[in-house]
């Protein structure tokens, strides 16, 4: 058995960036940055080190959510896989591209942000953003493995 899981909090570094793949699905792509604070010991000043994260998803009723109500500065919790894909660039050089992606039911995305910073809903103003993202997957059939108490390890 193996696991292939990216957990990740953090901001978005621009608005993302809606696509269509080849067989006319939307697919979003944005970058999240995470920033690891701590004192340095010699000269007890404040350090940051930020990483910056490609975040690729496919999954619609994600696509959805990150359409209407992600933006630059977003504060994401993110649940994807690492995927590895190459490519060439224009000069024929073959590069390697690690992303996180979200898609089918092993994926998850909440936005962090505090509820008087974030868009409300579109047709109703007094409904709430979560009420919004809710409605958005009342249709929605979740799958859910039988492990029980049955996990090798």
Do not use: C
Not at 116 to 143: E, H, I, L, R, Y
């Amino acid at each position: 058995m193996s696991v292939n899981k990216a957990i990740l909090v953090g901001n978005v570094g621009q608005d993302p960036e809606l696509r269509a793949t080849q067989d006319g699905r939307e697919l979003a792509t944005f970058s999240l940055a995470t920033t690891e604070s701590w004192k340095d010991k010699n000269s007890g000043e404040r350090k940051d080190k930020t990483e910056w994260h490609r975040i690729v998803v496919y999954s619609q009723g994600l696509v959805n959510v990150i359409k209407n109500y992600v933006k630059k500065g977003s504060k994401l919790y993110i649940e994807g896989q690492l995927q590895t894909r190459k490519w060439v660039d224009n000069n024929g050089i073959e590069k390697y591209t690690t992303e996180v992606v979200l898609q089918n039911f092993n994926s998850s995305l909440q936005m962090l942000d505090s509820r008087n910073s974030q868009p409300s809903a579109k047709d109703n103003p007094n409904q709430s953003m979560q009420d919004t993202v809710q409605d958005q997957f009342a249709g929605a059939k979740v799958v859910e493995d039988d492990l029980g108490d049955n996990i090798p390890f």
